[in-house]
C-alpha cells in the first residue's frame, strides 16, 4: 500500500505564510513528478504547482511569485511554501504524485487526503 500525508495547514491570516507538507510512503521503487492540486468551495479541483525528480517545477498563474514547490527525494516528500497569502487561496489542497509501487511494472497516481488552508482576518 502506498499512502501520501499532507500537513501543515491551518488558518492565517492575509499576507501571511504556510508551509504544506506531503510525504508518500509505503512500497515505493520510485516517484516521478509530485504535485499540489486545490479545490475551493463549489469550485473544480486544480493545479497549484508541480515538480519533476529532477527539480523543474511548474506553477498556477495565480500563485507564481508567491508560491514555492520543492522535494526532498531521499524523504519522498514534496513541500509547497505558500507566501502573501490572499483569502481566493483558501480551500483544500491535495497532493498528487505519479509512482511505481515495488513489485509493480506499471506507473500510478495517487492523491492525498487533502488539507484544510484559510486565509482570512
Known amino acids: 500500500q502506498v499512502q501520501l500525508v499532507e500537513s501543515g495547514g491551518g488558518l492565517v491570516q492575509p499576507g501571511g505564510s504556510l508551509r504544506l507538507s506531503c510525504a508518500a510512503s509505503g512500497s515505493i521503487f520510485s516517484i516521478g513528478h509530485m504535485g499540489w492540486y486545490r479545490q475551493a468551495p463549489g469550485k473544480q479541483r486544480e493545479l497549484v504547482a508541480v515538480?519533476?525528480?529532477?527539480?523543474?517545477?511548474n506553477y498556477a498563474d495565480s500563485v507564481k511569485g508567491r508560491f514555492t514547490i520543492s522535494r526532498d527525494n531521499a524523504k519522498n516528500t514534496v513541500y509547497l511554501q505558500m507566501n502573501s497569502l490572499k483569502p481566493e487561496d483558501t480551500a483544500v489542497y491535495y497532493c498528487?504524485?505519479?509512482?511505481?509501487?515495488?513489485?509493480?511494472?506499471?506507473?500510478?497516481?495517487?492523491w492525498g487526503q487533502g488539507i484544510q488552508v484559510t486565509v482570512s482576518s
Open positions: 515538480i519533476t525528480y529532477g527539480g523543474s517545477t
Open positions: 498528487n504524485a505519479d509512482l511505481r509501487r515495488r513489485g509493480v511494472p506499471i506507473w500510478g497516481n495517487y
